[in-house]
């Protein structure tokens, strides 16, 4: 088993930043970054493969977010740039082996962190 702790979220105004960072308890092929607002579905927003850096993001965060790794701590990292209130979410770290172009999908992971809020202000 992976047990995943995120840290990071907090409140920022429209045009702020934050860095989200998510621990594993060991290696995982993959690892991401999904969000899920009251009342909408929870969204895939970024993935990375932890050994060759291979990253996939939701078209709604391309240009202002980056996910990054550092593959001897089992760590990931989301920063968000140029955040906006439609932003506002939990965000859920995740670890599993998802096909590249099925990254995005929860249903490709099968451990979850307990989720950090994340809310932007306009």
């Known amino acids: 088993q992976v047990q995943l702790v995120e840290s990071g979220g907090g409140s920022v105004q429209a045009g702020g930043s934050l860095r989200l960072s998510c621990i594993g308890s060991?290696?995982?092929?993959?690892m991401g970054w999904f969000r899920q607002a009251p009342g909408k579905e929870r969204e895939g927003v970024a993935s990375?493969?932890?050994?060759?850096?291979?990253?996939n993001y939701a078209d709604s965060v391309k240009g202002r977010f980056t996910i990054s790794r550092d593959k001897a701590k089992n760590t990931v990292y989301l920063q968000m740039n140029s955040l906006k209130p439609e932003d506002t979410a939990v965000y859920y770290c995740?670890?599993?082996?998802?096909?590249?172009?099925?990254?995005?999908?929860?249903?490709?992971?099968?451990?979850w962190g307990q989720g950090t809020q994340v809310t932007v202000s306009s």
């Open positions: 995740a670890a599993g082996t998802p096909l590249p172009l099925e990254s995005l999908r929860s249903s490709e992971y099968n451990y």
């Open positions: 990375i493969y932890l050994e060759s850096g291979i990253t």
């Open positions: 060991k290696y995982s092929n993959c």
